[in-house]
């Protein structure tokens, strides 16, 4: 494996350890600009320990005077919980209000917006694509003393895995603001509802009706 050099690996951990004492950022990047998040504790997404079998929490969260729905999502083990207001305080606190215990809960925090309204939850993922030439080797052993550890990679696009939920956001710019990454962000995750998007009918893998896509006509139904 290739490795950075020292003064790129230097400015790197220089701007990691800034980044530690600073609130969760309100923005994340993508396409190079960056995107203005706001903070909805409307809802709430709670990921469940990996031993704890969530099924009948969701009956439990149900039960509460204060909540309005929950979504859970079994092969994730984590529940969005929508609630009749806005909730008070700490996301982490919330969750015992709830009538969770501290071990069946690996984390819980807020739902995030767009400036359009659009809801996301944070995962506990970051996604990003190395510079060409840069290798990752380095900055995952760093990382990897940090609660924060390589999880998979597919076609270039890597996936690191972060312990704390509420620092998703400051590493992700951190990296991205690195200059060693092509992008870098949180992974997040939100709702789609099918035909939804407005960019739907030029999705050709998804729906192909024979459109004719950068001078290429498909095939009618022949879907991916």
């Known amino acids: 494996m290739k490795f950075f050099k020292p003064l790129v690996l230097l400015a790197f951990l220089l701007a990691w350890t800034s980044s530690q004492t600073i609130a969760q950022s309100d923005y994340y990047y993508s396409d190079g600009k960056k995107i203005s998040l706001f903070t909805d504790r409307s809802s709430v997404m709670v990921h469940f320990d990996g031993s704890v079998t969530a099924d009948a929490l969701t009956n439990l969260l149900k039960s509460q005077p204060d909540v309005k ?17 806005a909730q008070t305080g700490p996301a982490s606190e919330l969750a015992a209000r709830l009538g969770l215990q501290a071990f069946q809960v690996r984390s819980a925090e807020y739902a995030l917006n767009l400036d359009d309204g659009y809801q996301m939850w944070l995962t ?3 996604v990003l694509r190395m510079k060409p030439g840069l290798d990752l080797f380095m900055l995952n052993q760093y990382l990897d003393g940090e609660d924060v550890r390589f999880f998979d990679e597919a076609f270039g696009n890597i996936r690191f895995e972060v312990d704390d939920v509420t620092q998703i956001v400051d590493l992700a710019n951190t990296i991205q603001n690195s200059g060693m990454v092509e992008y ?9 509802t099918r035909f939804q ?28």
């Open 69 to 85: 729905s929950v979504d859970y999502f079994s092969h994730r083990n984590q529940a969005v919980i929508h609630f009749t207001a």
């Open 124 to 126: 506990h993922q970051i």
């Open 184 to 192: 870098c962000h949180p992974d997040f995750y939100a709702p789609v």
């Open 197 to 224: 998007d407005p960019l739907y009918p030029d999705q050709f893998q998804m729906h192909n009706t024979g459109q004719s896509i950068d001078g290429f006509t498909g095939v009618n139904d022949v879907d991916i």
